[in-house]
């Protein structure tokens, strides 16, 4: 089965840099979650979009931007990378935005040097 | 807090034996989810159970919630090496937002 795809799976940056992450959702689920993970703390929610109109928003700094295509899929944009920045960044996504089970990527991990 | 706050937070067993952890969470949530995460991986849904649940079962995997106390917890019985992960609590609020709490790490020992 199809699940949660995310690019780049590493990426490495310097400070004040600028970084793109990818997120295809699984076929025909509508809504698509950010969260966040810094070493060994638990995932931070982000943003969440539902047919490509942002739905919701947490704790993601000014410096992040997302937004949700017309194929569904995602990208979160960050600017002005800090050594805090460094994190797994998951992508999910769900048919049921209301209540309903994400599916989670693999994740994308990003470290600032 | 809105996060789900496992207790204990880290659990070493042989294999064979069950796990139970707990989580506790402070205001009305729309459903509870558990989530395991090998380490550096992503997270895999569980199980879900509903506000007007109380029990749910998924294998080996066994599910309660108390709404009175704000508290769930996750029973894995019949342990095996390959259930070696962070269990991670999620309460789910308005839009499906899921609050994480920190997570227990449970070792099973062959």
């Known amino acids: 089965a199809a699940g949660v795809i995310q690019s780049p799976r590493h990426l490495i940056k310097e400070k004040r840099e600028t970084a793109t992450l990818k997120c295809y959702p699984i076929?025909?689920?509508?809504?698509v979650y950010w969260y966040q993970q810094g070493p060994g703390q638990d995932p931070q929610f982000l943003i969440s979009f539902y047919e490509k109109m942002q739905s919701d928003k947490g704790s993601i700094p000014d410096r992040f931007s997302a937004q949700q295509f017309s194929d569904y899929h995602s990208e979160l944009n960050m600017s002005s990378l800090e050594l805090g920045d460094s994190a797994l960044y998951f992508c999910?996504?769900?048919?049921?935005?209301?209540?309903?089970?994400?599916?989670f990527g693999e994740g994308s991990r990003l470290t600032v040097l | 807090s809105q996060q789900g706050e496992e207790d204990p937070q880290a659990l070493s067993i042989q294999e064979g034996e069950n796990a139970t952890m707990n989580c506790s969470y402070k205001t009305s949530i729309n459903n509870l989810q558990w989530y395991r995460q090998n380490s550096g991986r992503g997270l895999v849904h569980l199980i879900l159970i509903r506000s007007n649940e109380r029990e749910k079962h998924s294998g080996r995997l066994r599910v309660t919630l108390d709404t009175s106390k704000k508290s769930s917890s996750l029973l894995i019985t019949a342990s095996r090496a390959a259930d070696t992960a962070s269990y991670f609590c999620a309460p789910a609020y308005g839009n499906n937002r899921l609050a994480f709490g920190k997570g227990n790490q449970v070792v099973v020992i062959p």
């Open positions: 999910a996504s769900s048919k049921n935005r209301v209540t309903g089970e994400l599916f």
């Open positions: 076929p025909r689920h509508d809504t």
